[in-house]
């Protein structure tokens, strides 16, 4: 799910090459409601956004998020079906033979690390959690190749608990926005978690991060074609005229 992988080796360099936008000198009250007013544009620009990963239950999702790292959804998406059919659950997947998962997760990359890594969190969760994914977070991070991104990942997505994932799209797009100025995802959850109720915060970040798959990219943002250019400080980085932001629009592919 994660284009870049940070809070562990595998999880996303949250470093950005965008200088950050700061947050400018106003009320606290004003802030929230130009976020919340932008939120509402991207929602509606993004109706559909959801979690990419393609999972049935909470192991599956945490398995496919930690091998989301540094590749994209699209990617775990083509190997979890013959991982997943292989090794449906924890107890199977821990006691896989590791050089058959790795041949099976070779196309993602880093694939010794990754193999090592859910073959381990499926044994912790067989050694210490009867087989089943924890809800918490402060039980899920103590899982190999599980950090707070991954943790937030799996507890709002399979189990509606609210939370803030800040990959690398997020973070990019957030400090665009204005909505964060902080140099680490803890300091840009924090930041964007202040604006927002956390009931909405799952929703958030699904759309937040696909307007930055899909319009507001690290490279030429498709400017004239944002729904919160009106609203975004950080208008003109990239290409303002309609067309030539509309060609640079990244629709969503099957």
């Known amino acids: 799910m994660w284009v870049e992988?940070?809070?562990?080796?595998?999880?996303?360099?949250?470093?950005?090459?965008?200088?950050?936008?700061?947050?400018?000198?106003?009320?606290?009250?004003?802030?929230?409601?130009?976020?919340?007013?932008?939120?509402?544009?991207?929602?509606?620009c993004y109706p559909e956004a959801h979690c990419e990963l393609d999972f049935t239950g909470p192991f599956q999702l945490l398995v496919a998020t930690?091998?989301?790292?540094?590749?994209?959804d699209r990617?775990?998406?083509?190997?979890?079906?013959?991982?997943?059919?292989?090794?449906?659950?924890?107890?199977?997947?821990?006691?896989?033979?590791?050089?058959?998962?790795?041949?099976?997760?070779?196309?993602?990359?880093?694939?010794?690390?990754?193999?090592?890594?859910?073959v381990g969190l499926?044994?912790?969760?067989?050694?210490?959690?009867?087989?089943?994914?924890?809800?918490?977070?402060?039980d899920l991070v103590t899982l190999p190749g599980v950090g707070r991104k991954t943790a937030n990942v799996v507890l709002g997505n399979a189990?509606?608990?609210?939370?803030l994932t800040p990959d690398t799209h997020f973070i990019r797009v957030t400090r665009r926005m204005g909505w964060a100025s902080g140099s680490t995802p803890e300091r840009i959850e924090a930041q964007v978690g202040e604006l927002f109720d956390p009931s909405d915060w799952v929703m958030l970040s699904h759309v937040v991060i696909w307007h930055g798959r899909r319009r507001c990219h690290a490279r030429r943002p498709a400017c004239g074609v944002c729904?919160?250019?009106?609203?975004?400080?950080?208008?003109?980085?990239?290409p303002t005229d309609p067309e030539v932001a509309a060609g640079l629009v990244r629709e969503p592919r099957g």
């Open 5 to 44: 992988g940070g809070v562990s080796h595998l999880e996303a360099d949250y470093s950005c090459s965008v200088s950050a936008v700061q947050i400018p000198d106003a009320a606290p009250a004003s802030l929230r409601r130009k976020a919340r007013a932008m939120y509402v544009e991207l929602a509606g």
């Open 66 to 72: 930690v091998l989301s790292a540094q590749t994209t």
């Open 75 to 118: 990617r775990v998406n083509r190997v979890t079906p013959e991982l997943f059919g292989r090794w449906p659950d924890a107890p199977a997947l821990a006691g896989a033979p590791i050089i058959e998962v790795e041949q099976v997760i070779r196309p993602l990359g880093f694939y010794h690390t990754k193999a090592a890594s859910i």
């Open 122 to 138: 499926s044994a912790g969760l067989v050694e210490r959690f009867n087989g089943e994914v924890p809800t918490t977070l402060n």
């Open 159 to 163: 189990f509606g608990v609210p939370g």
């Open 227 to 238: 729904p919160v250019a009106g609203m975004c400080p950080s208008f003109g980085e990239g």
